[in-house]
């Protein structure tokens, strides 16, 4: 039998090379062994989004479409709309009240996104809203509703999984064992930096090269790619390994080319300019299948039925789970 996996994304931008190679990828590797659910997480987004409606639906559509780009294989991976489940919103309820608000206000992750969103739960977090601090009680759903025994996720998604273990255990000790208490599979691929050198790429900080960044755009920003600050001239030596140009060569070059070019910067023969036009022809090649197979999916219809077909896949699965649930909390009626 098949282990079960269940990973999920928030639709709030269109993926971007971090997403890929940082998590995307690592799908790609798994779809084939394993029964596989890949939640587009709606209402999780909405949890910080909740005043842009609009901005979540055309991004359900949008990450869909860049995830069926990147050979996300719809026959072997259900796809599927957080919204269209409701067996997870009425786990939520009935986990909160397995999960104390001081354990949520301590979560790690939860905390950091605070932080960050002063405009919308203000300076000190003063006005978090009850949804958003409960985010991690719904992802827990979202895990446990298909039986999520494996779940590929990134460091910064840690503290969530372990809040869902602590979760599943609680309900087990008290309502009998019913659910199945998650594993991250970690993976092995190191988070993206951005093209300013920070260590995230993300669309908040402005520094992402996108999948669907189409030539002009990809120029412009690997121009104003961060290089070895000491570099001035042509000929000046360089130190590669400071350097964002060298970095996505590395991430999208061929072998010979990336050695060329960390050999040629550290002697000085090569200018950053020249090492800048072959990184936009590197990088344009290595989007260009990628484009080209998102195209296919260019109509929303076909991926109106992709999402169709995932979300009733998933919610055969949802049914079995909520029947389990309710007859182990006695309420079964
Ligand atoms: N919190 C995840 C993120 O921000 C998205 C997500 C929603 C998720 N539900 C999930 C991840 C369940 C793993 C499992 O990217
Ligand atoms: Fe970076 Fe290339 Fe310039 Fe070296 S030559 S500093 S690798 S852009």
New binding site residues.
């Given amino acids: 039998m098949k282990k079960t996996i269940?990973?999920?994304?928030?639709p709030t931008g269109n993926l971007h090379l971090g997403h890929y190679f940082g998590a995307c990828k690592n799908w790609l590797n798994l779809q084939d062994d394993y029964n596989f659910y890949l939640?587009i997480?709606d209402v999780?987004a909405l949890t910080d989004n909740f005043n842009n409606p609009e901005k979540v639906r055309e991004n359900v559509y949008e990450i869909t479409k860049d995830l069926l780009a990147l050979g996300i294989d719809p026959n072997k991976v259900n796809i599927f709309i957080?919204s269209q489940i409701k067996e997870i919103a009425e786990l939520t309820i009935f986990y909160s009240n397995l999960v104390t608000v001081s354990r949520l206000q301590r979560n790690p992750t939860v905390k950091t996104e605070i932080a960050q969103k002063k405009e919308l739960f203000g300076n000190n977090g003063e006005s978090i809203t009850y949804g958003f601090l409960g985010?991690p009680v719904?992802?827990a759903a979202?895990?446990t509703c298909f039986e999520?025994e494996l779940?590929?996720?990134g460091e910064d998604?840690l503290p969530?999984?372990e809040q869902c273990r602590e979760i599943v255990r609680k309900f087990n000790s008290i309502y009998g064992n019913t659910l199945i208490e998650p594993e991250q599979l970690l993976s092995n691929s190191p988070r993206v930096k951005g093209l300013d050198g920070n260590d995230k790429m993300g669309k908040s900080l402005g520094n992402a090269i996108y999948i669907i960044d189409d030539e002009e755009t990809i120029k412009n920003k690997i121009m104003s790619a961060v290089t070895d600050p000491n570099k001035i001239k042509k000929d000046d030596k360089a130190n590669p390994e400071i350097c964002m140009v060298y970095y996505y060569h590395k991430l999208v070059n061929n072998e010979d080319n990336i050695n060329k070019v960390c050999s040629e910067c550290k002697k000085g023969e090569r200018g950053c300019v020249q090492c800048k036009k072959e990184l936009i022809e590197a990088m344009n090649n290595f989007l260009k299948p990628i484009q080209e197979r998102r195209k296919q999916f260019e109509d929303n219809k076909v991926v109106e039925e992709i999402l169709d077909k995932g979300t009733k896949n998933a919610q055969l699965k949802a049914k079995e789970t909520i029947s389990k649930v309710k007859e182990a909390m006695k309420i079964n009626y």
């Fill in positions: 269940l990973t999920g994304l928030r939640e997480a999780q957080q985010y719904s992802q979202d895990i999520g779940v590929p996720v998604q969530l999984l």
